[in-house]
């Protein structure tokens, strides 16, 4: 059994993920309304994501990491810096969403780059979020494997293994994979040092 498909990983991995966003949050000196409010989300829902009882999507995710002002990646790096410039696939930091049935793994060393790459896996049926969502600066995307729908605006878009995509800041987009097998993306976004 994979370890996304084992529950107990899931669980795990939402965990981990809550008390980084708790971290952070406590870090910055804001109270869990106070992040919420950030976000666009309820206390509730942001208390639920921080203890590991609600996986929050890909689009949530990001909104909960601008909202801390950091990246996606700096979000699930914060509990593991690194300083090598090699990053291991046996060692490389990942981030599961049970809600967008996604894992994303941080490809990039540390936060002294101005390039953020992760590895974007949807499996079957799997969502970015329920509407578009975008993001504040420029991102490419080339579809390793698989086949995955970019929703922009009114049009969609099946792109499959070898095909690419650069969207502009503010352009709201979303993920879905409709087909049976897994889709694997490379995203790379800009970010200001």
């Known amino acids: 059994m994979q370890e996304h498909d084992n529950p107990m990983a899931t669980v795990s991995a939402e965990h981990q993920l809550g008390d980084l966003i708790r971290q952070l949050r406590e870090h910055r000196r804001l109270s869990v309304r106070t992040l919420a409010a950030k976000a666009g989300f309820s206390p509730s829902f942001l208390s639920q994501v921080e203890n590991g009882l609600a996986s929050p999507s890909i689009?949530?995710?990001?909104?909960?990491?601008?909202a801390l002002e950091v990246t996606l990646v700096e979000l699930f790096q914060a509990g593991e810096p690194r300083s090598s410039?090699?990053?291991?696939?046996?060692?490389?930091p990942k981030l599961d969403s049970g809600w967008s049935k996604a894992r994303i793994e941080s490809l990039g060393p540390d936060r002294a780059t101005r390039l953020e790459p992760v590895l974007i896996t949807l499996r079957a049926g799997g969502t970015s979020g329920k509407k578009p969502h975008s993001l504040t600066r420029e991102q490419f995307v080339y579809v390793v494997s698989g086949e995955v729908?970019?929703?922009?605006?009114?049009?969609?878009?099946?792109?499959?293994?070898?095909?690419?995509?650069?969207?502009?800041?503010?352009?709201?987009?979303?993920?879905?994979?409709?087909?049976?097998?897994?889709?694997?993306?490379?995203a790379v976004s800009s970010r200001a040092l």
């Open 59 to 66: 689009a949530s995710l990001e909104k909960i990491a601008a």
């Open 149 to 186: 729908t970019l929703v922009l605006a009114e049009s969609r878009q099946v792109l499959t293994s070898g095909d690419a995509v650069t969207l502009a800041p503010q352009t709201p987009f979303r993920w879905i994979n409709d087909s049976i097998s897994p889709a694997r993306m490379l």
């Open 85 to 92: 410039v090699v990053v291991r696939a046996r060692q490389r």
